[in-house]
Nanobody, 123 residues
Framework: VQLQASGGGSVQAGGSLKLSCTAS????????MAWYRQALGKQREFVAR??????TDYAASVKDRFTIARDSGNTVALYMNDLTPEDTGVYYC???????????????????WGQGTLVTVSS
């Protein structure tokens, strides 16, 4: 499974950015799609997730400012509004897929990470 992320950049505090991540390759179906971020000198942290049936989860620090949305295909977007300098970091998409099983059935799960896209928010 290959993940292609895009949309990072620099913005002033209060601004907005949209990140996108598209999964490609051979797999049965997608389970969860999520975004994580890592600030300089800090551990990678969860940001948002959309599950296979459409449920969404958000970190408390981004709730009501960020929106995760998956299209009908294999792309997940992260809409980031009212950005603050604390949102600065490298954003990674993470996708859980079901690989092909027997016949048309799903097989085991597999997790892939995107290459990361840098978001810089200046005060």
């Amino acid at each position: 499974v290959q993940l292609q992320a895009s949309g990072g950049g620099s913005v002033q505090a209060g601004g907005s950015l949209k990140l996108s991540c598209t999964a490609s390759g051979s797999f049965h179906s997608i389970s969860n799609m999520a975004w994580y971020r890592q600030a300089l000198g800090k551990q990678r942290e969860f940001v948002a997730r959309t599950r296979s049936l459409g449920e969404t989860d958000y970190a408390a620090s981004v709730k009501d400012r960020f929106t995760i949305a998956r299209d009908s295909g294999n792309t997940v977007a992260l809409y980031m509004n009212d950005l603050t300098p604390e949102d600065t970091g490298v954003y990674y998409c993470k996708v859980d897929v079901f690989l092909h099983g027997k016949g048309w059935s799903p097989g085991r799960t597999s997790t892939s990470w995107g290459q990361g896209t840098l978001v810089t928010v200046s005060s």
